[in-house]
């Protein structure tokens, strides 16, 4: 089993900066794909960015030029730098993780508890 923790969430005044973090522990023998989403009240989850084992991003329009997604490979950790924060980015930002516990199992996908962002003056 693979667990998540993700830690830096909080509240921000506009244009403000917040860095996420996610963590990820267990039965891991690799990590590939690393993402983070959203979800705001009343609102699909959002794919944000994500960030595969060769470093290669993507990210949502809405944040491009914003965020910035990267990986620690040693630590098993996926980052989204988060500037000039604006308001309709308040959300739950939740971590998924795709990774395999042996060479030869599947790649199964986890997910982190969320932590709340909240961009207000």
């Known amino acids: 089993q693979v667990q998540l923790v993700e830690s830096g969430g909080g509240l921000v005044q506009p244009g403000g900066s917040l860095r996420l973090s996610c963590a990820a522990s267990?039965?891991?023998?690799?990590?590939?794909?690393m993402a983070w989403y959203r979800q705001a009240p009343g609102k699909q989850r959002e794919l944000v960015a994500t960030i595969i084992s060769g470093g290669s991003t993507n990210y949502a329009d809405s944040v491009k030029g914003r965020f910035t997604i990267s990986r620690d490979n040693t630590k098993n950790t996926v980052y989204l730098q988060m500037d000039s924060l604006k308001p309709e980015d308040t959300a739950v930002y939740c971590c998924?993780?795709?990774?395999?516990?042996?060479?030869?199992?599947?790649?199964?996908?986890?997910w982190g508890q969320g932590t709340q962002v909240t961009v207000s003056s």
């Open positions: 267990g039965n891991i023998f690799s990590i590939y794909n």
């Open positions: 998924r993780v795709g990774g395999s516990s042996t060479a030869t199992s599947p790649v199964r996908y986890y």
